[in-house]
């Protein structure tokens, strides 16, 4: 009889690998997540390459006469603000105290009107001071003189004794007498110059008594109060609580625009040439303008030259500091009618670089597609297109960061 123990030996269990059933439930477990996977995959594909981008556009125009003021072919757009030429900060030409402000934002003030007054008690015992130290030479000098007179006789009496009886009039008391007389004639003198040195006195206390009186300049408008009634102000700041300057005022009347040009158009740009003014917070308005100076100088670091534009079209609604768009215009090509090859004014965002070359992104039914171009450089936020346009097409300018050929968009003008 065989032992028991013998063939329970051989018994083995083997834990490494699954059983069978496991073994098929690991494997569908598997296949299914991929399976999910490449759909899920493919859904997102799908939904990329299916879905419609709101992209910006503009519709590509050949640059042509504009409606409105300044009618002519704009050949230069710049952007720049409206300034007053005839401005100043109005300040006091003594330190003081204000003592009375008679103008508040917005006060319309005629030249040599008083803006304000500083406490000048001082400065009128200044002038009570001279005015006495005046009155006080001019009586020394009244003396001065009688005295001069009267030793001027004693010395003609003494002269003409001692012409007749020579024995009666010593020569060293004829002698003192004349000294006496150049004498008084020397006070006379110094009392005159004194009252010269009063008058010079009074006039300067009397300057200051009216420098207490600040008076505007020129005929204008006040901008901006730069200081309270009480406040202390100096011709220039101290610092503490001391103010330079009292009110800021401006001419309306000699508003322009400033603007600055790139230095690549500026071969464009001629004296008197008329421009159209468009104010960033009235777009829908144009006003006509005139070149009035070209600033002899460029700005090294931004490669521009500032512009000067008369705004020739006055209206209440221009006020300084205002934002602007300057498009210089050419109406003798209008005139001529000699356009030459078409060229095309769009936003610096619709002109991309992309390789070393200058394309735009055109939308045709749809879909993107990019189209090389010459362009000109920057100015006023324009790019000018000169060549690679026919006219007509829709341009992207943004809604897309990084636009391929073929993607799908929805054009919005």
């Known amino acids: 009889m065989t032992s028991p123990s013998a063939d329970l030996s051989k018994l083995r269990i083997n834990r490494d690998v699954p059983p069978p059933p496991l073994r098929r439930a690991l494997l569908r477990n598997l296949l299914f997540g991929l399976v999910t996977l490449v759909l899920i995959g493919g859904g997102i594909l799908f939904l990329r390459r299916g879905r419609t981008v709101p992209v910006q556009v503009v519709v590509a125009a050949p640059i042509s006469a504009g409606g409105g003021p300044g009618t002519g072919v704009t050949t230069v757009t710049a952007n720049g603000y409206v300034v007053a030429r005839t401005r100043a900060s109005v300040s006091a030409k003594l330190p003081g105290r204000i003592a009375e402000l008679r103008v508040s934002e917005g006060s319309f003030v005629k030249e040599g009107e008083v803006i304000a007054r500083l406490d000048n008690a001082d400065y009128q015992a200044q002038v009570a001071q001279a005015e006495a130290t005046l009155a006080t030479a001019r009586a020394d000098l009244v003396e001065a003189r009688a005295q001069h007179d009267i030793l001027v006789r004693e010395a003609d009496r003494l002269r003409r004794t001692r012409a007749n009886e020579p024995g009666l009039v010593a020569e060293q008391e004829f002698e003192a007498a004349e000294s006496k007389v150049v004498q008084a004639a020397a006070r006379v003198r110094a009392t005159a110059s004194r009252i010269a040195a009063a008058e010079a006195a009074r006039r300067f206390a009397r300057a200051n008594l009216d420098n207490t009186v600040i008076l505007a300049p020129f005929t204008g408008t006040v901008l901006r109060k730069e200081a309270e009634l009480g406040e202390v102000v100096a011709p220039s700041v101290g610092g503490g609580l001391t103010r330079g300057a009292v009110v800021t005022m401006a001419d309306l009347a000699t508003l322009e625009v ?152 929805k054009p919005q003008e």
Do not use: C, H
């Not at 104010?279 to 090294?300: E, K, M, N």
């Open 258 to 409: 400033e603007v600055d040009v790139n230095e690549a158009y500026i071969g464009r740009v001629r004296d008197r040439q008329p421009a159209r003014i468009t104010l960033d917070a009235y777009p829908d308005t144009s006003f006509r303008g005139q070149v009035r100076q070209v600033v002899p100088t460029a700005d090294r670091q931004r490669a521009t030259v500032q512009v000067k534009v008369s705004i020739l079209d006055r209206d209440a609604r221009i006020l300084p500091e205002m934002g602007a768009r300057v498009d210089l215009l050419d109406t003798a090509r209008v005139a001529t009618g000699s356009a030459g090859p078409p060229r095309f004014r769009l936003p610096a965002a619709a002109v991309r670089e992309q390789n070393g070359q200058s394309v735009v992104w055109l939308v045709r039914d749809g879909r993107l597609e990019s189209r090389p171009v010459e362009a000109g450089p920057v100015s006023g936020g324009f790019r000018e297109v000169r060549s690679g346009l026919t006219g007509g097409e829709q341009v992207l300018v943004g809604g897309v960061d990084a636009p391929s050929a073929g993607m799908r968009v």
